[in-house]
Every structure is written in structure tokens, then in C-alpha cells.
């Protein structure tokens, strides 16, 4: 504060206050106006800050045709069993029949997954930073696949069920598909007194393939940041969960088969896969992630998601005790 003395005189007619017009720089007072107006700015109007997001494509895939792929498996039995032949991509286990998904009823085209990104797999300090959709009806075709055929003999799946006592019964497609075979001067099958089997001319499960063009690019790539300056993060850890449009209900899914009386699985080592993006090249690469079989190597595992089978980027469902 300044003070400022002013001198009465009986002859005087007027006061003069000698306050200065201009601001004293020496005392900073120019300086906390600045301040201040920089103050109402940015509680005014937002900072700019880059939010552009740019596609990252896979890296290091060997198989030709550069492609990646995702094998989620529903468990077949009512317990754990540990064994990864108890687990099968398709839906029937969850209520979404053959006849569901070849007529494309709304409990198949309405269900799907959801792969979430977290910056850490320590449940109790992890933030989730974007999730990935991918619809059901978005698989591979089973009926494009040999039955039987190596390895698991995915294209038998695409069998018309004739026996009323399953779930895949479907009598409708059986007949159609026997009409036809009779019209084009089938045979019966010499070694059983009936016809077939047929095939379905297309039937999804949860095995999907993505790839660099057309309709299979939907999940090749993955938008994240182009810049850096606002998120920092170039690992994350991905979880997988499948929403059922037949049940409305939410089924959790882990990296590995399931052990007997496995109900408290470890969380870091069970429920993950770590993604890596190289902001340079735009690319990212996913790994196995366990903190005790890969112990050596801080949890990481080999990349995966290079073909259908073991080395696909595998989720197998868990059940609840």
C-alpha cells in the first residue's frame, strides 16, 4: 500500500491527490494483471489440447496374408475341468442356437464383446482408457470350413441338426436342405438309411479373423492417440467380456483354460494380454501376459494372434462357483 500525504493550506480552493495515471512496473502490478487476465482466460474458455487419434495396425505377424485372429471359447461343462477341449467357439453353450444364428435373430446380432484397455492390471490402481466392440455375427464362416479338418474341426459345427432332442434342431433347414439334395439327384448315404448330413451356407462363431481390407478391417485396426503430450501411456492390458442379447447377462472370460476349483484365479496372471503400441511406426503387437510363467521377462509372454488355434489370441470363458 502507498501512502500519500497531502498538505492542507487555508488559501487552497482545491485538493490535489498526486496519484499517479500509469502503473508502477517496479511494484509488478503490470505483471499481476497479466496474470490475472491469463486466469479468467483459461477459466473461460478451454485449453486446445490434441485429442487426434490415428490407427495403429498389428506388427511382426508371420502368416502371409497378415491377418489376426481372436478364438473365444464358451466352457461345455458345468465345472472347470483345466482341459482346453471343453472349450468350443460357438454360442450354443450360452443359449444362442445354430437356428438362431443361421436366421439372424436379434439375440445373436445384438449380442457381442468387449474388449477393455486398462493402463495397469493392479486392480486396485488400474483406469480404464478405451474399449473395443466387437459384434457376434462378426465371425468366421464354420460352413467355409472342412468337417472333419484339422484342427479342431470347426466346420462340423455347421451340421443341420436333425434330432429333436437337441438344441440345434432345426427340421425346417434339415428339409430344405434334403429337398434340394433330392432335386439335384442325391443318393442316400450307402452305409445309413438316411440322407445328409447338410451343411448351414453360413454359420458364425466366436472365432474371428481381421484383416487390412474390406468388412474384416473393423477391429485390424486400433484408434488410439496420435500425440503423445496428452496420454503418455504406451502399454495397456486387455480383458474380454461377452454380452448376451438371448440371457442379458455378462459372461467374464480368462487367458488360460480354467482349473478344477479354480474360482480364485490370480488377477494378473489369469485375465490379461498386454498390448504394446509403437507411437513411430503406428503399430502395436499383442502378448501373453503372466506375471509367474514369464517371471523372468517382467510377465511377457510370446506375441500371439497370428493364426486360429493355440497361437490366436485365445479367451476362455470362466464360470462362477
Not at 468350443?88 to 484397455?117: A, C, E, M, Q
Not at 482349473?259 to 488377477?267: A, D, E, Q, R, T
Request: glycine fraction near 6%; include cysteine; proline fraction near 7%.
Amino acid at each position: 500500500m502507498n501512502r500519500i500525504r497531502i498538505k492542507r493550506n487555508d488559501g487552497d480552493k482545491k485538493v490535489t491527490i498526486p496519484i499517479a495515471t500509469d502503473f508502477d512496473e517496479s511494484l509488478g502490478r503490470e505483471q499481476l494483471v497479466a496474470l490475472y487476465e491469463r486466469s479468467e482466460m483459461q477459466d473461460n474458455i478451454n485449453i486446445i489440447q490434441d485429442f487426434e487419434t490415428t490407427r495403429y495396425k498389428p506388427d511382426n505377424l508371420i502368416n502371409p496374408n497378415n491377418r489376426i485372429y481372436y478364438q473365444i471359447g464358451f466352457m461345455t461343462q458345468d465345472q472347470p475341468t483345466g482341459l482346453i477341449t471343453d472349450y468350443v467357439p460357438d454360442y450354443t453353450t450360452v443359449g444362442i442356437t445354430h437356428l438362431d444364428v443361421n436366421r439372424r435373430k436379434s439375440n445373436f446380432t445384438k449380442s457381442f464383446f468387449k474388449f477393455d484397455f486398462y493402463d495397469t492390471p493392479n486392480l486396485q490402481q488400474q483406469r480404464l482408457y478405451f474399449s473395443i466392440v466387437n459384434p457376434a455375427n462378426n465371425g468366421m464362416n464354420f460352413a467355409d470350413m472342412p468337417c472333419p479338418g484339422a484342427p479342431q474341426n470347426l466346420g462340423c459345427l455347421a451340421i443341420i441338426d436333425d434330432d429333436p432332442t437337441s438344441i440345434n434342431y432345426d427340421p425346417v433347414a434339415w428339409r430344405n436342405a434334403n429337398i434340394e439334395d433330392m432335386t439335384s439327384g442325391g443318393v442316400p448315404n450307402i452305409l445309413a438309411p438316411f440322407w445328409g448330413p447338410y451343411f448351414y451356407e453360413k454359420l458364425e462363431g466366436s472365432l474371428f479373423e481381421f484383416a487390412a481390407i474390406g468388412k474384416k478391417s473393423e477391429n485390424y485396426y486400433i484408434q488410439w492417440l496420435k500425440n503423445r503430450d496428452l496420454v503418455k501411456y504406451n502399454v495397456f492390458y486387455m480383458t474380454c467380456k461377452f454380452f448376451n442379447a438371448e440371457t442379458g447377462k455378462t459372461h467374464k472370460f480368462i487367458n488360460k483354460p480354467q482349473p478344477v476349483n479354480g474360482f480364485n484365479l490370480s488377477s494378473p496372471d489369469y485375465y490379461y494380454y498386454q498390448i504394446i503400441f509403437n507411437p513411430i511406426k503406428y503399430t502395436y503387437v499383442i502378448n501373453e501376459f503372466d506375471t509367474s510363467l514369464y517371471a523372468t521377462t517382467n510377465g511377457i509372454g510370446p506375441q500371439v494372434g497370428d493364426a486360429p488355434g493355440i497361437t490366436a489370441i485365445n479367451f476362455y470363458e470362466y464360470l462362477n462357483p
